[in-house]
Structure formats: C-alpha cells, structure tokens
C-alpha cells in the first residue's frame, strides 16, 4: 500500500507541472466582443503645416490681384506730369489714399471740353499698371447743367480695383457730390461695376461741379459723346 500511494502521488505531481507550463504558452485571453487586447497604437504625430490662412501685410495685395502704387509714387507721378509742385500733389493725393487706399492703376491724359448748358467731353490718355504694357485708352462723355465756355486740361486718374486693363472700358457715371478742390486742382469721382476712378484735373476752373454726365472709356475714338 505504501508503494502504491507513492506512485499515485507521484504522477499527480507530474501530472500539475505539465498543465502549470502549457497555461504559460497558450495566447492571452480575448474578450467577448471579439476585440483584441493589447498595447495601444504609437500616437500619430500632428501635422507640420499651418491650420490658418496665413495674413496679408497692409496694403499687400491679395495672391492673383493687381500690384498697387504708393503715395510716394502718385504724388511724384502728378508733380511731374501735370506740371505742379510736390506740395500741391501730395494734397490731392493724400485725401485720394485717406478716403480709398492705394491705386493698382493710373491714366496719364489730356482732354478738352466745351458747353453752352449741354457739353461734351473728349479725353486720350495712356493706362499704367505694375507688370502690364502700358494701354491707350479714349473717354468721352456728355455734361448737363449751369455750364457755359470750354477749357482744355492734363488728368491724372487715379484707378481703385481696377484688376485688369480691359476692364476700364465701360461707361463711368458720376458720383454726386464727390467734387473737390485741393491746392488748385479738381478731383471727383466715377464708380462702376466696383472699379472707382478719381481723375485729377488742372485748369478746370469752376466747370468741374457745374455739370453732371458720365465718361465712355474706349479703345478707339469716338465723335459721338452719348
């Protein structure tokens, strides 16, 4: 009896050992919702671009939009043309930049004009704007109003959201009660299909708030004002 306890005693040791390896082997449990257990995933790094747009200094003309002019640039550019001094430019210009910023173009023309109450206006000029050829451009235009006598003059158009030079070719209404006086010359103001203009006339006497109408700019000239 004894020999036969030591035996059965024996092979369930051996029988305890084996069962105690083959648990340490097998894979580690899954849970019932058939998802495996194990480390978490590496963190995914964040990306490296900006998530903002970034922003335009001022005055820095959005991407695919027409280069501006300064006011260094303007005033110079009517001192010499029209033949006036820095100080009477900068003050026609410096309200001009006050009121709408910077220009992206500029026409440097002359023009006549005559009336007896019904006028017309005649104008040839050339478009300069940043990185374009320059383009010839003729305006005419019909005046009413307390307007008698006639007067030849220089102009100096300032263009504000003019993108494009063919886009100045269309008809320019007037803008009422826009017209000024600064250092002897005359500005007023034009708007169109968002594009302002602000010519900048000499020698124009009192004729310039005397009459209302519009200017047709065209690449040809036209005898017809209307």
Do not use: H
Request: charged residues 15%; aromatic residues 10%; proline residues 9%.
């Amino acid at each position: 009896m004894d020999r036969r306890t030591l035996i059965v005693s024996g092979l369930m040791t051996l029988g305890s050992a084996g069962l105690a390896q083959a648990q340490t082997q097998l894979p580690p449990a899954q849970p019932r919702d058939g998802s495996v257990e194990g480390p978490p995933p590496p963190a995914t790094p964040s990306p490296s671009y900006p998530t903002t747009q970034p922003r335009l200094a001022p005055n820095q003309p959005a991407p695919g939009g027409a280069q501006t002019y300064s006011q260094d640039e303007i005033i110079q550019g009517v001192s010499d043309f029209m033949g006036v001094t820095a100080e009477a430019a900068g003050g026609a210009v410096e309200r001009l930049f006050a009121q709408n910023g910077r220009p992206t173009g500029y026409i440097a023309g002359e023009e006549g004009s005559a009336a007896i109450v019904v006028g017309g206006r005649y104008g040839r000029g050339l478009l300069y704007m940043k990185d374009r050829e320059p383009l010839e451009v003729f305006w005419q235009g019909p005046s009413v109003g307390w307007d008698f006598g006639g007067n030849a003059s220089r102009v100096f158009t300032l263009c504000y959201d003019l993108q494009v030079p063919d886009a100045i070719f269309q008809r320019f209404p007037g803008v009422e009660g826009s017209a000024y006086f600064v250092g002897g010359l005359g500005v007023n103001y034009q708007k169109a299909s968002g594009i302002t203009l602000a010519p900048i006339r000499a020698g124009v006497g009192l004729r310039l708030g005397a009459n209302v109408g519009y200017l047709a700019y065209t690449r040809k000239r036209n005898f017809l004002p209307f």
